[in-house]
């Protein structure tokens, strides 16, 4: 039964399948510390075998070596090849292999240069940026979602899981606060599945955003206190832009967000988050060896940026592992301006090539703003 090894990126296959199997999603558990391993497993409970699906979830029998046990977390549901995920849909991410929970859904503008445009749909690059001209956007649906908990400790190839982070309403202009376990995902990374669980996901926000409703499909319901945080926080949660670019086999996808404004030494100070996803869609291990940044701002100003992998790591992308995720920030004197660049690659023989970075736009969406409200209701 080769369908029933679930592979990375068959969404059509899997969705095809489901039809004719059903597959309940296995979660590995250690016995002797009660944390739960993330190795996932998916498991056909038409014919019994389990695929090798590395980046999905999950179980089995409760005895097992070196301590390890598998419970069921729940049952696949079809893919969705069109339309959207409601909110409270249970989900794993197809390339992080966590468990999460939809809050609610954004269109996002997706600029994807490896799709050749027409002439007259092409913009021009900013000042200095590299020959390739950019596409005209296409909407693309992202969500924001809940990860479980759980799985934190183990998402290994992201540098942090939390994708929304303000500037702290007070006087320290340095001041960041985060909040955990939030992030943003694609459509085509969702693997919904369902559970018999009134709380399947363990996150803070869980049982102040959503109401457990066994009459819904999905039975999970916003609360009016997630939707009066959306729509109070929406100027600062909202994705607009996303970016994506490949470079032999090597996909990287930009999403900027704005964070705000700061006065500093009677001036103005923006600051913006960008959050970057780099994915070998090829077979060579490879290692992400040198950063080289270009930031360009209104007012003039052209800094170069060059450095030792990112956030402090040299990244992997190997078969088993082929994406890696972070976020940085960066500041401008300028309402706007725009980056670009380039990552060092090394293969395994040695040798290196350069992996373009998309041009992205930093725009301060400038209209009055009240400061974004925290998660303490």
């Known amino acids: 039964m080769a369908a029933c090894a679930l592979r990375r990126g068959l969404l059509s296959t899997v969705s095809k ?29 038409a014919c ?20 390890k046990i598998l419970e069921t977390v729940g049952m696949f549901e079809a893919v969705k090849q069109h ?20 809050l609610f859904p954004w269109h996002a503008r997706l600029y994807d240069r490896d799709i050749t445009p027409p002439i ?16 005209k956007g296409k909407t693309h649906t992202y969500y924001q979602v809940l990860i479980d908990t759980r799985d934190c400790p183990h998402i290994s190839q992201r540098s ?4 929304v982070t303000f500037l702290a309403n007070h006087d320290d202009s340095r001041a960041l606060y985060a909040i955990p376990g939030l992030d943003y995902v694609s459509h085509e990374d969702i693997l919904p599945y369902n559970s018999t669980e009134q709380i399947p996901i363990q996150h803070e926000l869980f049982e102040r955003f959503l109401m457990f409703n066994p009459a819904k499909a999905p039975p999970f319901t916003p609360r009016d206190t997630l939707k009066a945080w959306q729509e109070k ?4 949660l909202e994705l607009s832009d996303v970016h994506r670019e490949t470079t032999e086999n090597i996909r990287v996808t930009v999403i900027p967000f704005y964070m705000g404004m700061r006065e500093a030494q009677n001036s103005h100070v923006y600051w913006w988050r960008y959050c970057i996803r780099l994915e070998n869609m090829g077979a060579e291990v490879v290692q992400l060896r040198e950063r080289h940044w270009r930031i360009f701002s209104l007012s003039g100003t052209l800094e170069t940026v060059r450095g030792r992998g990112v956030v402090g790591r040299e990244p992997v992308l190997s078969k088993e592992q082929p994406a890696f995720q972070y976020s940085s920030h960066v500041s401008l004197q300028a309402p706007s301006g725009h980056m670009w660049g380039t990552f060092r690659i090394e293969r395994t023989d040695g040798s290196h090539f350069d992996v373009r970075i998309p041009p992205f736009s930093l725009e301060s969406n400038k209209d009055d703003k009240a400061p974004p409200a925290g998660y303490t209701f």
């Open 120 to 135: 007259s749909e092409s913009k021009p690059d900013p000042p200095g940026a590299h020959g390739s001209k950019e596409v």
């Open 48 to 67: 019994g075998l389990s695929g090798g699906f590395q980046q999905k979830r999950f179980m089995s029998s409760r005895s097992r070596p070196e301590g």
């Open 83 to 102: 339309g959207k995920y409601e909110t409270g849909q249970l989900f794993l991410h197809s390339v992080f292999g966590y468990r999460g929970i939809v």
């Open 233 to 236: 926080n929406h100027p600062w």
């Open 160 to 163: 942090q899981t939390e994708a």
């Open 17 to 45: 399948y489901n039809k004719k199997h059903a597959h309940r999603i296995l979660s590995v558990v250690d016995s002797s510390s009660g944390s739960e391993a993330f190795r996932p497993r998916v498991q056909c409970r």
